[in-house]
T-cell receptor, first 112, second 113 residues
Framework: NAGVTQTPKFQVLKTGQSMTLQCAQD?????MYWYRQDPGMGLRLIYY???????DKGEVPNGYNVSRLNKREFSLRLESAAPSQTSVYFC???????????FGAGTRLSVL | GQQLNQSPQSMFIQEGEDVSMNCTSS?????WLWYKQDPGEGPVLLIA???AGELTSNGRLTAQFGITRKDSFLNISASIPSDVGIYFC?????????????WGAGTKLIIKP
């Protein structure tokens, strides 16, 4: 009964370091999403993938890259982390033919 | 980008009180979703609304799809401590065929000790 699984749960980086946030879903959904959540700003879409092999920019893509490795996995990469990327990152997948999204538990990232 | 205005931003309430929050927009939506985020967790769907005027309940929670299709409301009756968290509205624009959601900024519910 896993749903959407994100790793790691917590991470501290120094400015300029790189890292990849992992996301996997076991619901056989085609569409997956990466959001960031900052206080008072709700959820802002970074990138999404409508199907395996496709990715598209969302509202705040700068400083990030994504890879849709296969139908299950969608990763988010920070090539050179900046303090402005301190945030909570959520991965979600969407039920096919509908708009309900299912979320992981999040990755809490601090960039010093 | 598109915005949903969600209010209030936060609420301090006594246990047992009823709670109301809403989301409004200048655009027309064909779906409204209400999610709750517990501390340290991801958002979880509470209620989905698909028709103007629709009123749907989930236990002590009741949500309505506004008849203008530009707003939605969530009410919580007789609040209890486990209701604390952040409540998000999300909507799909009527002209969107890609199922993308527009998100409100959230209402943080805090219960006074």
């Amino acid at each position: 009964n896993a749903g959407v699984t994100q790793t790691p749960k917590f991470q501290v980086l120094k400015t300029g370091q790189s890292m990849t946030l992992q996301c996997a879903q076991d619901m056989n959904h085609n569409s997956m999403y990466w959001y960031r959540q900052d206080p008072g700003m709700g959820l802002r879409l970074i990138y999404y993938s409508a199907s395996e092999g496709t990715t598209d920019k969302g509202e705040v893509p700068n400083g990030y890259n994504v890879s849709r490795l296969n139908k299950r996995e969608f990763s988010l990469r920070l090539e050179s982390a900046a303090p402005s990327q301190t945030s909570v990152y959520f991965c979600a997948s969407r039920i096919d033919g509908g708009n309900i999204q299912y979320f992981g538990a999040g990755t809490r990232l601090s960039v010093l | 980008g598109q915005q949903l205005n969600q209010s209030p931003q936060s609420m301090f309430i006594q246990e047992g009180e009823d709670v109301s929050m809403n989301c409004t927009s200048s655009s027309i939506f064909n779906t409204w979703l209400w999610y709750k985020q517990d501390p340290g967790e991801g958002p979880v769907l509470l209620i989905a609304l698909y028709k103007a005027g629709e009123l749907t309940s989930n236990g002590r929670l009741t949500a309505q799809f506004g008849i203008t299709r530009k707003d939605s409301f969530l009410n919580i009756s007789a609040s209890i401590p486990s209701d604390v968290g952040i409540y998000f509205c999300a909507g799909q624009l009527s002209q969107d065929s890609n199922y993308q959601l527009i998100w409100g900024a959230g209402t943080k519910l805090i219960i006074k000790p």
